[in-house]
Nanobody
Framework: QVQLVESGGGSVQAGGSLRLSCAAS????????MGWFRQAPGKEREGVAA???????NYADSVKGRFTISQDSAKNTVYLQMNSLKPEDTAMYYC??????????????????????WGQGTQVTVSS
């Protein structure tokens, strides 16, 4: 098992930046696909980005060019750097993990049902 704890959320104005962190503990020796998801009130959960063990990445079209997912294996931490934030990025952001060597492309990586472990979430609010 792996435990995930997110941090770094907050309130910013449109155009601003935030960096979210997801610290993993427990079974960090196995290979995991790590994903970031978000859910706004009244909306469905959305896959934002994912990163595989070897560093391959996937992004939702809505965040390409603005968000960057990365990982620091030594710290067992995954990051989501969010730039040029928009009011529509306002949501609760969740870190998730799936024991897998790759984050498979297509619709796999962005389907939350494929992930076994979830953090508690961190709120991001972007004002116009």
């Amino acid at each position: 098992q792996v435990q995930l704890v997110e941090s770094g959320g907050g309130s910013v104005q449109a155009g601003g930046s935030l960096r979210l962190s997801c610290a993993a503990s427990g079974d960090t020796y196995s290979n995991y696909c790590m994903g970031w998801f978000r859910q706004a009130p009244g909306k469905e959960r959305e896959g934002v980005a994912a990163i595989g063990r070897l560093g391959s990445t996937n992004y939702a079209d809505s965040v390409k060019g603005r968000f960057t997912i990365s990982q620091d294996s030594a710290k067992n931490t995954v990051y989501l750097q969010m730039n040029s934030l928009k009011p529509e990025d306002t949501a609760m952001y969740y870190c998730a993990a799936k024991r897998a060597y790759y984050c498979y492309s297509g619709s796999w990586w962005s389907d939350g049902r494929n992930y076994n472990y979830w953090g508690q979430g961190t709120q991001v609010t972007v004002s116009s």
